[in-house]
Each structure stands twice: as C-alpha cells, then as structure tokens.
C-alpha cells in the first residue's frame, strides 16, 4: 500500500495564480482532511471531509476550496494564490479521528 | 477558546535517558488525547492516544499521562534512542466535532549521542 500520497511536492506560484493539490489515499478511509503547518507552528485544519461528497470547513478555511469527489481523493484548490498562503500543506486520512496518516507534504511558496 | 500547548518548545537529552514531554490544554470537553511525532521533512505519525476517563496509557517504550485536575498531559519516552529525535505534538479530539484534532505547537526533541 501506498499509504497518503500528495502531488505535486514542491511548487511555487505568483499571488493571483490558482492551483490545486492533490491527496489520494488507498487505506479507503472515510475521513480526509487538509492541514497546513507554518515554521515553528503545530498544525492547523483547513478544510476537512467526512465521506465521498462531503467536506467542511476547519480552522483556517479563507482563501481554500476542497472537494471529494471519489474516496480516496481530496483535491485543495487555491483560486487567488497570497504570499501568506506559502506554507506546507499536509494530506491526512484516517477510519476514525486519533490516529491520521499523513502524507509527505507539499511544499509550496507564494511570491 | 480552546487551545492545546506546550510547555518548553525545546528539549535536549542524553541517549539512553528517559525524555518527558509535557501539554498543557485548556479545552475540558476533549474525548481524547493524542501525540504525534514529526520528524524532519515527513508528516506527523501518530504514536499514542488516551481517553479522558482515565489517567495512564502505556505502549512500546512510551507512557501517556492525563491529569485532569491540572488539565496537564505528558509523553513519557524510556531509554531515548537518536531516532526519537523529532517534535512532539499533542492534540485533542472532540468526538462530537467530526474527528477532528485541534494541535499545539511542538516540542523539538534532540537526543544527544
């Protein structure tokens, strides 16, 4: 099993552009959820799904889309990219909520 | 508000020591609690998790702590090894809150050969 695989790695974008990171988990978890973790700082919930076609906001939802279209994916989406939106951005799954698999990361800077 | 943090964001030990983690939360609704270890350029693992009704928790070489008098959590970490070099996070679920975890800030653990 792959576990949680995020793509792209690594990205850099200009503010204004859009684009959107995927998470594709094969453990067919029920429960998905995007984090992004800023220096020195835990992790912070952005948006997070409960099932196929289900999503919901986190602590930090501005400026994100999701969506959860098949099961195993769960797509993050930045329409207006912001300088204060650079940050590594974590993919997580989970068949309950305390133990979570996380992905890599990705990487992703916003000049 | 809620809030889940930490002690000292740093911790230095000898290997073969034991380590003490420790947490601080504020939120007394929590139905859980977890730490994670994150070591560098990977994602969070999940090591450990304690229920609120109870005060102990052991697993493999590790021991979880719950005071809820002083709303006070601890990782335990016997003979300290220089692959449990890592930050530590805890966290908190609310199973009412669609499992969701709230995180702290981390504590680096640096094991000293």
Redesign the interface.
């Known amino acids: 099993n792959a576990g949680v695989t995020q793509t792209p790695k690594f990205r850099v974008l200009k503010t204004g552009q859009s684009m959107t990171l995927l998470c594709a988990q094969d453990m067919n978890h029920e429960y998905m959820y995007w984090y992004r973790q800023d220096p020195g700082m835990g992790l912070r919930l952005i948006h997070y799904s409960v099932g196929e076609g289900t999503t919901a906001k986190g602590e930090v939802p501005d400026g994100y889309n999701v969506s959860r279209l098949k099961k195993q994916n769960f797509l993050l989406g930045l329409e207006s990219a912001a300088p204060s939106q650079t940050s590594v951005y974590f993919c997580a799954s989970s068949y309950w909520g305390n133990e979570q698999f996380f992905g890599p990361g990705t990487r992703l800077t916003v000049l | 508000g809620e809030s889940v943090g930490l002690h000292l ?1 740093t911790l230095s030990v000898q290997e073969g020591d034991n380590s003490i983690i420790n947490c601080a939360y504020s939120n007394s609704a929590s139905d ?1 609690f ?1 730490w994670y270890k994150q070591e560098s ?6 090591i450990i ?1 304690i229920r609120s009704n109870m005060d102990k928790r052991q697993g493999q070489r590790v021991t979880v702590l719950l005071n809820k008098t002083v709303k006070h959590l601890s990782l335990q970490i016997a003979a300290t090894q220089p692959g449990d070099s890592a930050v530590y ?1 805890c966290a908190e ?1 609310k ?1 009412t809150s ?9 504590t680096q653990l640096t094991v000293n050969p």
Do not use: M
């Not at chain 2, 669609?98 to 981390?106: A, N």
């Open positions: 964001p859980y977890i350029g990977k994602g969070p693992q999940f998790d996070f679920n199973e669609g499992s969701r975890l709230t995180f702290g800030e981390g």
